[in-house]
């Protein structure tokens, strides 16, 4: 019996050493796969400005448009790029005034992150880079934009995102998009041409409207 149990634990001592150095180097593992998650992710920002302006020409009338801002020039939004898997920042700058008729539902944010964007200081229709005069925050964070303040959305149904614009103010947008692939965005605010303000620019690439290709 005396062997026995000698024996009892000298195999419960090799087991609870093992355990031991089995835990410390999975302690080990996982703290350097988390530095190296952390780091990857802090890397994997991707940035983008968007400037949304009023009264350009279009065919003879006035009308919105989308701009993107690479290396302090205008191109065209007909066509935006970002990666899959990435955070995006994308920042929308509105110089234009509140668009009659945008359905309720695209008064929310979705899609970004806690289903939340950013609101920074206000800006003229005019081009001012002044307060827009309203009683507002210089930075808030909202879930939704009181639809009697859109101007316009930038919203992908396809991928479940929605930004609405409040004219006249700047705004930051961060998400994420995991799959790869060919989706549309479009204003959801009417503020094109005809009755129904579908027309126009609504319905033309890289104004009102266009392709988001995700990498």
């Known amino acids: 019996m005396l062997i026995m149990k000698s024996k009892f634990y000298s195999f419960g001592s090799i087991l609870i050493i093992l355990i031991t150095i089995v ?10 796969n988390n530095e190296q998650l952390h780091t990857s992710t802090s890397k994997n920002i991707y940035s983008i400005t968007l400037l949304e302006i009023m ?5 003879g009338s006035m009308q919105p448009r989308f701009y993107m801002i690479k290396n302090g020039i205008l191109t065209s ?37 806690n289903n939340e ?17 309203t009683n507002r925050d210089w930075i808030m964070n909202v879930t939704s934009i009181p639809v009697s303040l859109i ?35 479009q204003c959801m605010s009417p503020c094109g041409l005809g009755p129904s303000g579908w027309s126009g620019s609504m ?3 890289g104004w009102m409207m266009g392709i988001l290709y995700v990498y």
Request: proline share 5%.
């Open 203 to 205: 319905s033309k690439p």
């Open 55 to 59: 009264n350009n020409n279009f065919n």
């Open 23 to 32: 835990a410390i180097f999975s302690g080990y593992y996982m703290g350097i």
């Open 117 to 133: 964007i950013t609101i920074i200081n206000g800006t003229l229709a005019t081009g001012s880079m002044s307060s827009n005069g």
């Open 77 to 113: 939004t007909s066509n935006i790029t970002i990666p899959s898997h990435t955070l995006i920042i994308m920042t929308i700058i509105s110089y234009d005034t509140p668009t009659n008729g945008t359905p309720k539902i695209y008064s929310l944010v979705n899609g970004t992150i």
């Open 151 to 185: 101007a316009h959305t930038f919203t992908v149904s396809q991928i479940g995102l929605n930004i609405p614009i409040e004219g006249g103010f700047t705004e930051i947008a961060e998400f994420y998009v995991n799959i790869t692939g060919s989706f549309y965005w």
